[in-house]
């Protein structure tokens, strides 16, 4: 279940990045994916309470945070990266 609530963070800090870049530009995909984290954080969140899956990640005895947490931070190393390497 922890690998679940990661892909669909992950793919919605992508899609969130994804389509803010396309609206301000290509050029600024790696702000985009920096900023779209906190976004793609709160949608994820509410998403996940809509649909009523935190009793199942509750039986895992993690906590909810560290669903978001290292994918967050891997996503903001990875748009640093790219920014000064490109």
């Known amino acids: 279940m922890w690998f679940f609530g990661v892909r669909k963070y992950c793919f919605n800090t992508i899609a969130f990045a994804a389509s803010i870049s396309l609206i301000a530009g290509l050029d ?8 779209s984290t906190l976004a793609a954080i ?5 998403e996940f ?8 990640f509750d039986n895992l005895q993690i906590s909810r945070r560290s669903i978001f947490i ?10 640093v990266v790219v ?4």
Not at 42 to 46: A, P, V
Not at 49 to 56: D, F, G, S, V
Not at 70 to 79: F, K, Q, S
Request: net charge positive.
């Open 28 to 35: 600024m995909f790696p702000q985009a994916l920096a900023a």
């Open 42 to 46: 709160w949608f994820t969140y509410r």
């Open 49 to 56: 309470e809509r649909k009523n899956l935190w009793p199942l």
């Open 70 to 79: 290292a994918p967050a931070i891997g996503l903001i190393l990875i748009a």
């Open 83 to 86: 920014r000064y390497w490109l």
